[in-house]
């Protein structure tokens, strides 16, 4: 009976934890705190409004950004990195399990603040349709990621995410592209971060991808078999 008990306790204790990956938080629009999205916001911006913004285009191999694929801190367990004409381009072999890997930091040195409300811009080619993660903050607690399905376009594409209300300050932010759901060489062109508290947005509509995708607490895509805790959307459930 107390060993039951101590179980249903730590059961209990699981749930109520933040949903936590390696080195982001996965958060939805329904949370109270940093409102994530792709949106069909109309937004006019100026070079004022822009906080952060890189161009990689013609970027040589010597100066490409800190990319970590699954397995280890360096290039090589299931992919590739290399410089490209048009970009830096981002070759999977083979799925992880994990979304988030690999993840390459393609835009940083740049602050947030809290409440604030802000559009990650990156222009990419991507080789085939698949669930995209765009992860935005700092290493430190301040960070975000919102995870949605893209389908490819055979060329490059400008994929938007709204952070609104950001939940907390984030000094050296970043912003992660993170790619491990998509077989073969994605193409990242240009990054850029958008104060949208001094352009001119006019609105905001939230397309809500509907999901049935479940993850382990590792972070690893698994099936309806699983037995456990698993997250579904950002939020965690028992699955029995």
Same mark, same amino acid.
């Given at each position: 009976?107390?060993? /039951?008990?101590?179980?249903?306790?730590?059961?209990?204790?699981?749930?109520?934890?933040?949903?936590? !990956?390696?080195?982001?938080?996965?958060?939805?629009?329904?949370?109270?705190?940093?409102?994530?999205?792709?949106?069909?916001?109309?937004?006019?911006?100026?070079?004022?409004?822009?906080? /952060?913004?890189?161009?990689?285009?013609?970027?040589?191999?010597?100066?490409?950004?800190?990319?970590?694929?699954?397995?280890?801190?360096?290039?090589?367990?299931?992919?590739?990195?290399?410089?490209?004409?048009?970009?830096? /381009?981002?070759?999977?072999?083979?799925?992880?399990?994990?979304?988030?890997?690999?993840?390459?930091?393609?835009?940083?040195?740049?602050?947030?603040?809290?409440?604030?409300?802000?559009?990650?811009?990156?222009?990419?080619?991507?080789?085939?349709?698949?669930?995209?993660?765009?992860?935005?903050?700092?290493?430190?607690?301040?960070?975000?990621?919102?995870?949605?399905?893209?389908?490819?376009?055979?060329?490059?594409?400008?994929?938007?995410?709204?952070?609104?209300?950001?939940?907390?300050?984030?000094?050296?932010?970043?912003?992660?592209?993170?790619?491990?759901?998509?077989?073969?060489?994605?193409?990242?062109?240009?990054?850029?971060?958008?104060?949208?508290?001094?352009? !001119?947005?006019?609105?905001?509509?939230?397309?809500?991808?509907?999901?049935?995708?479940?993850?382990?607490?590792?972070?690893?895509?698994?099936?309806?078999?699983?037995?456990?805790?698993?997250?579904?959307?950002?939020?965690?459930?028992?699955?029995?």
């Amino acid at each position: 009976m107390i060993r /039951a008990a101590m179980m249903l306790m730590i059961v209990a204790l699981l749930l109520l934890a933040p949903v936590s !990956g390696k080195c982001q938080t996965t958060v939805t629009a329904e949370d109270s705190v940093t409102q994530i999205g792709v949106t069909t916001a109309e937004v006019e911006y100026s070079d004022a409004d822009i906080i /952060a913004e890189k161009d990689w285009t013609g970027v040589e191999d010597d100066d490409l950004p800190w990319i970590q694929f699954a397995g280890e801190e360096s290039i090589g367990f299931n992919g590739s990195a290399a410089a490209d004409p048009e970009g830096i /381009a981002i070759t999977v072999n083979e799925k992880s399990g994990l979304l988030w890997q690999p993840q390459a930091n393609v835009l940083e040195d740049f602050d947030l603040e809290a409440d604030g409300n802000y559009r990650v811009e990156v222009v990419a080619k991507l080789p085939c349709d698949g669930q995209l993660q765009i992860n935005l903050g700092d290493w430190n607690a301040n960070y975000f990621l919102y995870d949605f399905p893209v389908e490819a376009t055979g060329d490059f594409q400008v994929i938007t995410c709204d952070f609104l209300k950001y939940g907390g300050d984030a000094s050296n932010s970043h912003v992660l592209f993170q790619c491990g759901d998509f077989i073969g060489t994605s193409i990242v062109k240009s990054v850029k971060v958008i104060n949208l508290d001094t352009s !001119g947005i006019k609105g905001v509509k939230y397309i809500k991808p509907a999901t049935s995708a479940i993850y382990n607490l590792n972070g690893q895509k698994v099936d309806a078999s699983y037995k456990g805790i698993v997250i579904r959307n950002g939020k965690k459930f028992l699955q029995k």
